[in-house]
């Protein structure tokens, strides 16, 4: 089912986002597997497991309450699933777009991967966009880091740029390492100061 990305809860299940059958899967610790969150066809559907609907599900991040959040990459939005499978939209309006703003009115651009910051704050590696997004568990979007146009400047915030970043990674102390398109990685401090760990 052409797996993504996988996370795993404080109980020890395994959920997987399988991007071509637009599902997410849990897998128990005794192997179990079930079909966590999706139809399986793609479209744009809250609701509670098998009802729900996703459109190529990418990145995934577990809150601390076994939250789950899913870049949901063609449908331009942000959902979480708790932890007895009812999906919702977290943030964005489902349109392309770049709009800073609390929930349904902000817009993402085929965000891909996700990562959860100490505080609770969630980052977007919003790929079209070409930038990194945050938002807050209460749902309001920001720009973390990245002008928005594509290239490779360092710098802090919005002054730095980015060429389609895709993978997301947090260390301990909420370095943020990103994957760009061209294969460059690039870091982001806490404080949002944008540097190159390896070039292309």
Known sequence: ????????????????????????????????????????????????????????????????NDTLYVADYSNNVIRKISPDGKVTTLAGSGSEGSIDAPGAAASFDNPTYLEILSDGTLLVADAGNNKIRSITPMGEVATYAGSGLSGHTDGTGASASFNSPFGLELDKNDNAYVTEADGSIRIISPETVVTTFREA
């Open 1 to 64: 089912g052409s797996p993504t990305d996988m996370v795993y809860d404080s109980k020890g299940n395994l959920f997987v986002s399988t991007h071509s059958y637009d599902r997410i899967v849990k897998i128990a610790p005794d192997g179990t597997q079930t079909n966590f969150a999706g139809s399986g066809e793609s479209g744009y559907t809250e609701g509670l497991g098998e009802l729900a609907q996703f459109s190529t599900p990418a990145g995934l991040a577990i809150g601390k």
